[in-house]
């Protein structure tokens, strides 16, 4: 695992020094003549560092995340055209989604950028934060004010407008608008409306919407003003649920200002979701359990992993609204998170995607961005004094019954059990994927019918599918019936046509068993593997065969196959596959069934 020993503790002096290092990082974009931050993505990275000035000057910590003297630089140019426009004209860059006036626009220099309802959230969460560090002049704290405030009393940031339904936009830019003007009158009240629209909106369609913002198992519909039928609505989407839920980080700040609270079952509700959200979306490694309704728009891109590890801070120091023991393992998650991009650069990582997975929302300074943002919780988490225990959690689960969707983390691995009915069409009867502790792949990242799996057929009819989608397999889809969810070990199981497939997890390992009925019937078995690989070894074994392989990246893993059948096998090269680019490789083993054959595979992670 990575970052401080397992039984160590993880100190707030940590965050500070992951925060400081990434202020060292980005000296080389800083124009000293300027007194601003260039680069590819200057708006973003002045905004993030911004953040980490601010959080550091109100901590009093002495170090690289604390420069007082560039705070009101920032903040001047965040309220100064381009970045903040009045005028209609300025509202017609062609990437803007959400055009308004007056609002932020994504630009420092040159002409007006791009509006989207994200980036006036992020410039006035910094802003609020300018001021209330102290390192203003009165003149300059009361321009931020005046401007901030005149963005949330915007049409589009006042309930019932909203986004989809991402309540946390708007709640945000109220609770900047208050920290930086001391009105909390307007502020608590527009704050609550959004709060409890959302909660109203769990399990009920809101206003004008078809479906509810959540699945009965607590997923999140993307785009609730289309059914569930819609593919977008059809897998929980793991990068906007954890987005949405740092709205909620204002929820005791606005209360300690007199907001009423939200009711016992709106409470409770909520405190479930920030359970699903830990172990419905999150692996031990400090990467996210990964699946979207957006497809390869927002699956794998660093920068909505940075956005995702807010919600882990929102979840850290919710007092009102999540539970003891969800707190502490997202402290515990939120370190793990920040060690993890740590070791994912300092192993070579480049682009803007995680995997190698390609995405049309790619960007070239992907990394810039991610870093700053890290950087910029870490420092907000070391204000509010996150550290964590430095003990393992043990391993989690969650099922969503509606969704069809079994997640498991354990301290030496990270699996996902997923209806193979979404955008990017992975899924099926056997894992979507295997990760080892350190977020690498071992097999596949999106398993596919060309890569996984069972079939069988008999005279050289196919009889039988385990992957795809294929009727059989939803048929074997709608019987899962998981059993023990909530710890590391769950099970479940359906039937694809003549094969009966079961899934154990355990701690160490995941054993898949099938089951044939289909008398004379050929059945191939496809295991895939990830990468290149250094080493790959078959052995026989009794009434069957170990596999054992290391790929190019380091993941090992052992895999024992056996049968009541003879079995043979070979290795064949697959061609790319854009749900997991790097799997390349896989084990073809071939058997028969007499009417009632066992194969049993095991799966044992060793990295």
Known sequence: MPGPDARASKPVSELWSYSDTVVKQMEPFWDEKQHRYGGDSPFRLTVGMLKIYSNAKM?????PSRNDDRIPFLARQLISWPAYITNARDTQHPSTAH????????????????QHVSVDNVACEALGLAVQ??????????QIASKVYAVARGRQFTAPTVEANQVNWPIGIWLA??????RWGAAKLQARRYMRAWTAGMFKPMPGYLIPNLSRGYGLSYWPKVSASEPINQTSSTEYASIIFTGFDAYDEM?????PRLSASDTARMRTWARRIISGEWTHGGWPNWDTGKGYERWQLLNYFAWCTEALETIASSRRLVSESERRRARWLLHQALARYTWMVDHGQKGATRYGVVSPFGFDSANVVTLSRLAATASEAALKQLGAAGSTPSGWSWWDGERKRLTVSNPRYSSAMI???????????EPARLLDSEGRVLTTLGSTIIQAGMRASVGGRLVGLTQGRYATVMQGVKQWRPRRVGGGSPALGGRAGPIVVSQHFTPEEITTRYRVSAKNARTELRIPFW???KKRTVTPVSNGLKIETENSEGGKVEIVVVSTRPLSGGWASIGIVKASPKTRT????IGSSSGATTTTVVMRPLS
Do not use: C, D, W
């Open 59 to 63: 901590a009093g910590y002495q170090g």
């Open 99 to 114: 055009p308004h006036v007056p609002g932020f626009t994504k630009s420092i220099k040159g002409h007006p950028g791009e």
């Open 133 to 142: 560090s102290g390192a203003l002049s009165n003149s300059l704290e009361k």
């Open 177 to 182: 608008a208050a920290r930086a003007s001391g």
């Open 255 to 259: 209360v300690k200002h007199g907001m």
């Open 419 to 429: 209806t193979p009915v979404n955008v990017i069409g992975y899924g099926g009867l």
């Open 531 to 533: 990468g290149k690989l």
């Open 586 to 589: 896989i084990f073809r083993i």
